[in-house]
């Protein structure tokens, strides 16, 4: 089992940044794909953006161009930098691995493929 913890998330004005970032356990965490996610009230959880192992990146089309994702193996961490945040982006925000070794995505897996949750870091975006 691995343990995700998140941290970085608060309130943010409209046009505002935020950084979000997400420490893993795991001597193997340089072969998980790791991704964010995020659930809105009243809405399904819904993927953000994501990082595979070699670096390949996935983004949801509305976050495309304003999140970046990155990842440090060295420090077994994962970051999400966020950009120009609307109030849309208002959430609780996840960080989720898929274990399996150096898994293959052709395209950005979604909740179900993930196998391990962080408890979950609260972005509000105020207008």
């Known amino acids: 089992q691995v343990q995700l913890v998140e941290s970085g998330g608060g309130l943010a004005q409209a046009g505002g940044s935020l950084r979000l970032s997400c420490a893993a356990s795991g001597r193997t965490f340089s072969s998980y794909f790791m991704g964010w996610f995020r659930q809105a009230p009243g809405k399904e959880r819904e993927s953000v953006a994501g990082?595979?192992?070699?670096?390949?990146?996935y983004y949801a089309d509305s976050v495309k161009g304003r999140f970046t994702i990155s990842r440090d193996n060295s420090k077994n961490t994962v970051s999400l930098q966020m950009n120009s945040l609307k109030p849309e982006d208002t959430a609780v925000y996840y960080c989720a691995a898929d274990t399996e070794f150096r898994k293959y995505y052709v395209s950005a897996p979604g909740p179900r493929d993930m196998n391990n949750w962080g408890k979950g870091t609260l972005v509000t975006v105020s207008p």
């Open positions: 990082i595979s192992w070699s670096g390949t990146t």
